[in-house]
């Protein structure tokens, strides 16, 4: 019996200011057990100023499966939307440079794809620390906790199924042309105001396992703040975009730092509210 032919899959990894992070994703992406000739790798910079688009096109040049695609808008939405529109693959593979990918990640997504019927699919999420510092451990293990960060099984691990969202995600193409491609006014959400409109369109996302790869986490204090403030912010433009794209957990830990902040100013008019907020913000300190 002949052997069916692998779908094409097309990986689109976008990209900006990357010089430190790009060479070793892109190993990662190389060193999959998926057939090279059913592969192509699009990395979409946002005009880098540093060496990302030296570097890509010195890997291009080694590697013709490796192309490098221009995004002038600088936004990772509209970075992944123009891979979208580039894309050759039936089956297309969004990736991060802040991560590094386990062999058989992009042939696990698409076994998962074609197992379950789901529109999208990811996996496991392994947070480590992005440097060696005392800060930058300190921020890995703090990624990793279901009260700042939610029980995300992308984070926390746990039987494969339906969920609301996973890590960058991998698609099957007609998914794009039944839901639409990535809202580009959100800097931050995209991915998870998109995968609202595949489970309201009665498709699946769809968490597994077996599919896994190692995030490196922000090294210092002030990239960390500022990416969760990013985060935090697009939460609520994402509601008003797509009520569905946010999930409860997302505001827990902004409904905790209001509840101590209304414990701080209610004890100028009720003595036990300071024990409150006292008491809360201790305990919130030793867990960190």
């Known amino acids: 019996m002949t052997k069916p032919i692998a779908p094409f899959v097309t990986v689109v990894i976008p990209a900006l200011n990357e010089a430190q992070r790009i060479e ?48 002038p808008k600088r936004i990772q939405a509209v970075a992944f939307n123009l891979g979208v529109r580039e894309a050759r693959g039936d089956v297309i593979v969004r990736l991060d440079v802040h991560a590094s990918y386990s062999q058989d990640y992009v ?25 060696g510092s005392l800060v930058a451990r300190s921020i890995a293990l703090a990624c990793t906790q279901r009260f700042g960060f939610g029980g995300a099984r992308f984070r926390v691990g746990g039987e494969a199924g339906p969920v ?36 309201r369109c009665g498709m699946t996302v769809y968490f597994d396992p077996r599919i896994r790869c190692t995030y490196y986490a922000r090294p210092t204090f002030r990239g960390f703040m500022k990416q969760l403030f990013g985060n935090g912010l697009y939460h609520i433009l994402t509601l008003r975009v797509n009520p569905r794209g946010c999930s409860p957990r997302h505001f ?32 919130n300190a030793h867990c960190a």
Request: charged letters at 25%.
């Open 24 to 71: 070793a994703c892109l190993e990662s992406v190389l060193a999959q057990d998926y057939p090279l000739d059913r592969l192509e790798v699009l990395v979409v910079d946002g005009r880098s100023t540093d060496a990302t688009r030296e570097k890509v096109a010195a890997f291009a040049d080694r590697h013709p499966l490796v192309r490098l695609v221009d995004n």
């Open 252 to 283: 827990v830990p902004l409904v905790f730092v209001c509840t101590l902040l209304a414990a701080r100013v209610a004890g100028f008019f009720w003595i036990p509210a300071w024990g409150a907020g006292h008491g809360s913000g201790e305990g």
């Open 164 to 199: 609301d969202t996973v890590p960058f995600g991998a698609f099957r193409r007609e998914t794009f042309e039944k839901v639409g491609l990535l809202y580009e006014r959100l800097v931050r959400g995209e991915d998870n105001e998109f995968n609202a409109r595949i489970r």
């Open 107 to 131: 042939r696990r997504c698409v076994e998962v794809l074609d197992e379950t019927g789901a529109a999208n699919v990811g996996g496991v999420w392994e947070t480590v620390p992005g440097a």
